[in-house]
C-alpha cells in the first residue's frame, strides 16, 4: 500500500490521527501530516478506514 495526502484538500478533522496515528499527524493549523507512505501491512485496515471516513477525501491509496 502507498499512501498519498492532498494537504491543500484538509479540513482539519482529525480522523486520520485517530485510527491511525502511527500513519498521520497533524501540523500546528490541524492540517495532516503524512508519516509514513508505505505503512507495513498492519496499518492497513486503519489506514484504509482513515481514507474512506476523511471528510475532505484527502487521503489517496494505491494498493501494490
Not at 505503512?39 to 475532505?56: G, L, N, Q, T
Request: charged residues 30%; hydrophobic residues 40%; glycine residues 4%.
Amino acid at each position: 500500500m502507498h499512501v498519498e495526502v492532498d494537504q491543500p484538500k484538509c479540513v482539519a478533522s482529525g480522523q486520520c490521527v485517530m485510527l491511525a496515528p502511527g500513519v498521520f499527524d497533524q501540523d500546528d493549523d490541524g492540517i495532516v501530516e503524512l508519516l509514513d507512505a508505505d505503512p507495513a501491512p498492519e496499518h492497513h485496515d486503519d489506514v484504509r478506514e482513515s481514507a474512506a471516513v476523511c471528510p475532505a477525501a484527502a487521503i489517496r491509496l494505491t494498493e501494490k
